[in-house]
């Protein structure tokens, strides 16, 4: 068996979960999610906690075990605690600002680059430092949005310039060597 998808999820007593048909809404004090899973496998609410049960041991089977689990402990955790990433802006000259609820990238472009956030998601900037939190309670759409603002502009790997994951290490290059 799954070693991911026996665990049960433990449900908090500030969620509330409803399970109809092979659709599973989570409600939260940060929002609501809902996932829809396939129907080899089942979901069960017991007591405070969710059980994932599956129909065969065949691999397919076996692999929406696991993964049906894990999207519905993201769920829980998003709608109870929310998930962040932070982005750290480094260059000369490059800053992160917001306008109101956007984000605004000064990235050596000619122009400067804003961003909108989607519903469920904020921004936060720490001028000082230059970094860029992103919080949500949905963790693919947080992902989704870190990637798509380092996209902006990805770190080189000569000077390191550009907007990388905070614990992100960027590979350097020598560069051109001069005539001896």
């Known amino acids: 068996m799954s070693r991911i998808g026996r665990l049960?999820?433990?449900?908090p007593s500030s969620v509330q979960v409803t399970i109809k048909n092979s659709e599973?809404?989570?409600k939260g004090q940060k929002g609501e999610l809902k996932f829809t899973h396939h129907a080899n496998v089942k979901v069960v609410q017991e007591d405070n906690q969710i059980i994932i049960r599956r129909?065969?041991?065949?691999?397919?089977?076996?692999?929406?075990?696991?993964t049906t689990r894990a999207i519905i402990q993201n769920m829980v955790t998003g709608v109870s605690d929310?998930?962040?990433k932070v982005l750290q802006v480094d260059g000369v000259g490059y800053r992160p600002d917001m306008n109101g609820k956007n984000l605004v990238l000064?990235?050596?472009?000619?122009?400067?680059?804003?961003?909108?956030?989607p519903d469920g998601v904020e921004f936060e900037v720490d001028t000082k430092t230059r970094q860029i939190k992103i919080s949500g309670y949905d963790k693919q759409v947080v992902g989704q949005v870190a990637v798509d603002i380092r996209g902006v502009r990805p770190?080189?790997?000569?000077k390191g310039k550009g907007i990388r994951y905070i614990?992100?290490?960027?590979r350097?290059?020598?560069g051109k060597s001069g005539k001896s």
């Open 24 to 26: 599973v809404q989570v």
């Open 8 to 11: 049960p999820v433990d449900i």
């Open 155 to 158: 770190p080189e790997p000569y």
């Open 172 to 174: 350097r290059k020598a």
């Open 167 to 170: 614990d992100e290490r960027i």
């Open 55 to 66: 129909s065969s041991d065949e691999p397919t089977v076996r692999a929406l075990h696991g």
């Open 82 to 84: 929310g998930f962040s």
């Open 106 to 117: 000064h990235v050596g472009y000619s122009h400067p680059v804003e961003v909108a956030p």
